[in-house]
């Protein structure tokens, strides 16, 4: 599975926009980007994924470039609860349940 | 419907000792995880099944640890005995099979070995 390449921690203003970026640069051409989130003393939460067009959600928009080497996750309208760490992971479509491979993700902070 | 039920929430034990973790997936999921996670790092895959046959227990460490999934539903992770180095948070997951997108996982149970 390609290696994935996330900043250690970003901050965000509650109500605004937060943009987190995702590298991916070895990523093959069968390999999707999924998100994860982990937020504090709970499991791991599934976000979205995507393969070349952008996506979106209830939760939250994905947009990958066209050339599938990196990826940003939005989040609309950051509140406290999103306050969590952010996971981008490559991997194939299918059967990527057992595929998980995580790193130590992007700690996002949501403040007043 | 309930999600992924792990017990206990918390366990601290005294090295040497066993210690023993139980999860409860969600109804209907065949495939089942056990996963480690160190503070400050991502969850890492310990054994997967699938029903009642571990299939990737690569990961494993097999002098102290095992599990078990009987009736391919609830699943056990025991440790015996304990080290000062197994205190992380292992976390269950479950997912319908093999070949499914998403994993949903448990709260989780934090050990911690003194």
């Known amino acids: 599975d390609a290696k994935t390449t996330q900043p250690t921690s970003m901050d965000c203003a509650e109500g605004r926009a937060a943009n987190l970026p995702c590298n991916h640069s070895?990523?093959?051409?069968?390999?999707?980007v999924y998100w994860y989130r982990q937020i504090h003393s709970q499991g791991p939460q599934y976000i979205i994924h995507g393969l070349k067009n952008n996506e979106t959600n209830e939760m939250a928009s994905l947009i990958i470039t066209e050339d599938r080497k990196s990826s940003t996750l939005i989040l609309p309208h950051a509140t406290l609860r999103d306050t969590a760490v952010y996971y981008c992971?490559?991997?194939?479509?299918?059967?990527?349940?057992?595929?998980?491979?995580f790193g130590t993700g992007t700690r996002l902070q949501v403040t007043l | 419907e309930a999600g992924v039920v792990q017990s206990p929430r918390y366990k601290i034990i005294e090295k040497k000792q066993p210690v023993a973790f139980w999860c409860n997936p969600i109804s209907g999921h065949n495939t089942l995880y056990w996963y480690l996670q160190n503070l400050g790092q991502g969850p890492e895959l310990l054994i997967r099944?699938?029903?009642?046959?571990?299939?990737?227990d690569s990961q494993l460490p097999k002098d102290r640890f095992s599990a078990e999934r009987l009736k391919g539903v609830d699943s056990t992770l025991k440790i015996q005995p304990a080290e000062l180095g197994d205190s992380a948070v292992y976390l269950c997951a479950s997912s319908w099979n093999r070949g499914s997108t998403e994993a949903f996982f448990g709260q989780g149970t934090r050990l911690t070995v003194v």
């Open positions: 070895t990523i093959s051409g069968n390999e999707y």
């Open positions: 099944y699938e029903n009642e046959e571990a299939v990737d």
């Open positions: 992971i490559a991997a194939p479509n299918t059967g990527t349940a057992s595929k998980l491979t």
